[in-house]
């Protein structure tokens, strides 16, 4: 596509239920990162993918947090169980491997009620 | 990884004043991006040093990579009120790992 895609823009969920966040990165862009970022706070880096393969994983806050990419292209981040602790705005990116700029999607604002 | 330090946290400024955010890291940084972020926004990119000393101009922005490669500046010249947001500095670890800095937050009083 033109940019990179998430979906959806605003999720509302209660604690306790699982959560899916998708992103669809710019065609031929190789890499993928997931954010988090909380209100008026800065961008905590989550995972990070290379193709299909997650070389970091370092910034998943628990093990209720997982993340995929299937086919190089769309991801899916997942939250299990969630806490209130988990809302923010979740932040996708992608770029070509060689560390050039990274274009950021639009977000998926979470709250947890 | 060492995260890059950004001073001040927050300006304000009066429109058509100048305005200078700076960028500090312990480490010696292969390259330092910059990137923009609008309230409500996402991030986009604006630039990227590479060079030691490298300066680069867009229009009334100025971006700077110190001589050791350890620290980085931003400056606007006569700042305007779309000039509002956030400015983070972003380094690249060895994977391509975007590494954001703490950020600063700027407000143009018109």
């Known amino acids: 596509g033109a940019g990179v895609s998430q979906s959806p823009s605003n999720k509302v969920t209660e604690k306790g239920k699982d959560v899916e966040l998708r992103c669809d990165p710019i065609?031929?862009?190789?890499?993928l990162y997931w954010y988090r970022q909380s209100l008026g706070q800065g961008l905590e880096f989550l995972i990070y993918?290379?193709?299909?393969?997650?070389?970091?994983k370092s910034g998943l806050p628990s093990d209720r947090f997982s993340a995929e990419r299937t086919g190089g292209s769309v991801s899916t981040l997942t939250i299990q169980r969630t806490q209130q602790e988990d809302s923010a705005v979740y932040l996708c990116?992608?770029?070509?491997?060689?560390?050039?700029?990274?274009?950021f999607g639009q977000g998926t604002r979470l709250t947890v009620v | 990884g060492q995260q890059v330090m950004q001073i001040p946290q927050y300006q304000h400024v009066q429109e058509g004043e100048d305005f200078t955010t700076y960028c500090n890291s312990s480490?010696?940084?292969?390259?330092i991006q910059w990137y923009k972020q609008r309230p409500g926004g996402h991030p986009v990119f604006l630039i990227q040093?590479?060079?030691?000393?490298e300066v680069k101009k867009q229009k009334r922005l100025t971006f700077q990579f110190g001589e050791a490669k350890k620290n980085s500046s931003l400056h606007i010249t006569a700042t305007q009120t779309t000039d509002v947001g956030t400015y983070f500095c972003?380094?690249?670890?060895?994977?391509?790992?975007?590494?954001f800095g703490t950020g600063t937050r700027l407000k143009v009083l018109a």
């Open positions: 993918f290379q193709g299909n393969s997650a070389p970091d």
């Open positions: 480490t010696t940084l292969s390259n």
């Open positions: 972003v380094r690249t670890s060895g994977t391509y790992k975007y590494i």
């Open positions: 040093l590479v060079k030691s000393g």
């Open positions: 990116a992608s770029s070509f491997a060689d560390g050039t700029e990274a274009f």
């Open positions: 065609s031929g862009h190789t890499a």
